[in-house]
Each structure stands twice: as C-alpha cells, then as structure tokens.
C-alpha cells in the first residue's frame, strides 16, 4: 500500500495537505521546513517546483517560484536534497509542477528519480488527461508513482468521472478556476463540493485554492475529505527570521 492510501485509510477527515515552493525562502530551506511540518502535524506535503511561468498560482506563489530560481534550485538539486528524506520523513509528499521543465529533465528520467528519493506523486496541471492516457502515464505507473488530477467548477461530470478514473492517490478540486491565493465565495464552493460528494467517486477529495486560516479550513473539510493551503503557508514564509518557529506556530493556527 502506498503512502498516500495509507493515509486515506488511518484518517478519514480533516486531511491537512501544505504546498510551499522547494528553495524557498532560502535554497536550503526544502528540507528543514518538510521536517517542520511533518513534526507539526501536517498530513501531507506538496512541493512545489519553482518555474518561471506558474500559469494557475498567484502572485505570492509565482514570487516565491522567482526567488527560488534566484537562489539556484533546479530539479536536480531538489532530487539532491531529497535523496535521505525517507530516513526521516513518514508523510506522504508530492511534487507539483509544470511540464516545460520535467520534460526538459526527461519525463521518464523524473519519475525514476521521484521514485528513488520515495516521492509519492505528483501533479502537473498542464499535463492533458488524453496524453497522460496516450503517453505518459504507463511511465508513471511503471515508477509507481500516484498522479492528482485537478477539476473545477467548471469541470463537467463527464469529464470529472474521466478524470476521477484517471488518478490515482486523490483528486484535487479547485476552488474556483481563478489562480491561487484568490478570495472565493465559499456559498458556492460548498455546494460544488456537495456536488463531487454525490459522484461517488472512486478518489478522495481535497479543497484547494483558498484555504488560509481554520475557519476556512473547518469549513472546507465539511464538504471535502481534507483542504490543500498553499498562497498562505508560503506567506508565511516570506519575511521569517526563524522558518521552525513559523511552521509550528502556523500549522498550530490551523488545527
């Protein structure tokens, strides 16, 4: 059983899933804080690969993607920092990014160096279910690897049950199809997930695009098996003296 379907079955609820961009706010700042959250209680952690061109985050995020460009990560040198995690690191974590530089790594020299560092899954939005079908899914299968999926409001159900069947370890519901960090009208929020609730699908569900504080995050879990908090972690991260210190406090504000 993988690391993300064992945790679907331990905890049932209130999933808490963090993003913050590798490399940031300092290049050697990837591990410590993956550390940190694992500590504080966060059930699962998305990595963000920093690109220059972030179409769907927000300008806290693509900020936080520039200054870890500056300091010099690259994929190889996350894959480095990432070689001992699982000596450490229980959780399940997942790489998020874009495909202009995974395939400039090569997709299949990817994933086999995801699977060699213990990385769960990924997600890469711009990466079309008909060429994940066609392509580059045996690849990702092969390397064991969980691949998310991500559905709007806009998604039809059509097109949500395709995409349900398509990944693997959750599906990500956005919450609006505006980029993240935006504030959402959570009246609709709510009832599109109600809506993915009553599918049936075969993945759980985790919120995103949104979620900043408790309120939200109690809120979200309502109607999602868990909530993703990204723009507002990474916030946090931004004028730090003592990234340990914000990480707990952070994580405690949450639950």
Known sequence: MGRISGLFDKKKNNILNIYYTAGYPTLH?????LRELQQAGAD?????????DPLADGPVIQHSSSIALANGMTIQRLFDQLKDMRNEIHIPVILMG????????????????????????????????????TEYGAIIRKHQLDFIFLVTPETSTERI???DRLSTGFLYAVSSSSTTGSDKDMTTVNAYLDRLKGLGLKNRVLVGFGIRD??????????????????????????????????????KDIL
């Open 29 to 33: 700042s990837t591990m410590p804080i």
């Open 44 to 52: 699962m952690v998305e990595l963000g690969m920093p690109y220059s």
């Open 98 to 133: 874009y495909m202009n530089p995974v395939l400039q790594f090569g997709f299949e020299r990817f994933c086999a160096a995801a699977a060699a560092v213990g990385v769960d899954g990924l997600i890469i939005p711009d990466l079309p279910g008909y060429e994940f079908e």
């Open 214 to 251: 408790r309120d939200s995050f109690v809120q979200a879990c309502g109607h999602a098996d868990g909530a993703i908090i990204g723009t507002a972690f990474v916030k946090a991260l931004e004028n730090t003296d003592d990234e340990a210190e914000t990480v707990k406090q952070f994580i």
């Open 161 to 163: 049950r395709d995409l």
